[in-house]
């Protein structure tokens, strides 16, 4: 077997593991394996070439359409790809990524533009889409129920291999870096989907940027320990505002609200747009109001 294709469980042997490059870091990420069926394709075209020869991948699931999950799609010519609704537009046109990243003519936009290069992204026609419950059948072991997981991208999509209890998280990864940062994500959806993934029983834990988790206990805190990121964030964006002077997200930008150190252009750019989100979910939640242009607390 290749030394980054993992067994998961000794009761479902056709149930892997798929360790992206460099540990499944952007601009890699991890996959799951079920039967012929592969969730995501940014492992790094090196590794989805050599799993493609040794398991003839059927069909591509997508959990959502950023270029760090979808990367290998060009490599995989004899796959169907699926994806849910929300996500096929960039999918099936890779240029719509540049406006929905809120880069376009920017030096952020260079930025990607160069990476795009490097993987040498293409468009991948989508041939069929799911819905949220959705069970995508494989064989008589082995069923995929769809979670549709709402925030991170409008169509973010989590997974559970009903008989097996093993799912995969997408990029609500458990990482200390929650994301939300295109035109179509949205905060309190994110919250929602996290909640939603707490409320399911799963053993296996497979996420898009970090090691599988074992034992849903242990799934269930990471899932809490990964909502408090963004309470955290909610502390130091709240803290700025105020019952008197209105204050607009732009105002806050550059400041490290949410990165610690900016190492590229888009990092701002990001960072911005997910203070918007967080000023978007307190004009839900009734704890500001328009005033002059700006916010204020209520
Ligand atoms: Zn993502």
Redesign the pocket.
């Known amino acids: 077997m290749l030394d980054f294709i993992h067994p998961l469980s000794d009761d479902f042997r056709n149930i892997y593991f798929i360790e992206g490059e460099r540990n499944g870091n952007y601009p890699f990420?991890h996959s799951l394996l079920i039967g012929n069926y592969l969730i995501d394709t940014g492992i790094s075209g090196t590794r989805i070439k050599k799993l493609n020869k040794q398991f003839q991948i059927n069909t591509a699931i997508l959990?959502?359409w950023?270029e760090?999950?979808i990367s290998g799609n060009k490599l995989l010519p004899n796959s169907n790809f699926i994806c849910h609704i929300s996500d096929k537009l960039p999918i099936e046109d890779i240029e719509m990524m540049f406006p929905y990243y809120k880069v376009e003519g920017t030096d952020a936009g260079k930025e990607f533009r160069v990476l795009f290069e490097m993987f040498g992204m293409k468009n991948t026609k989508i041939s069929k889409t799911f819905n949220d419950n959705e069970i995508i059948n494989i064989d008589d072991h082995l069923k995929i129920k769809v979670i549709h997981t709402p925030g991170?991208?409008a169509g973010?999509c989590g997974f559970y291999e009903i008989n097996s209890k093993i799912a995969f998280f997408?990029?609500i990864d458990l990482t200390r870096f929650p994301?939300y940062a295109t035109i179509d994500s949205d905060l309190v959806d994110y919250e929602n989907s996290i909640d939603k993934l707490k409320n399911l029983e799963i053993e296996i834990a497979v996420m898009?940027h970090k090691d599988p988790v074992f034992g849903s206990s242990n799934i269930r805190v990471e899932l809490d320990k990964f909502k408090s990121v963004i309470f955290k964030r909610d502390e130091r964006i709240l803290s700025n505002l105020t019952e008197r002077k209105p204050i607009r997200p732009i105002d806050l930008k550059g400041k490290n609200l949410i990165y610690k150190r900016y190492t590229y252009n888009f990092e701002i750019i990001s960072e911005l747009v997910m203070i918007e989100k967080h000023f978007d979910k307190y004009l839900k939640k009734n704890l500001i109001t328009t005033q002059d242009n700006g916010y204020i607390l209520n």
């Open positions: 990420s959990s959502h950023h760090d999950h991170h991208t973010h997408g990029d994301y898009g």
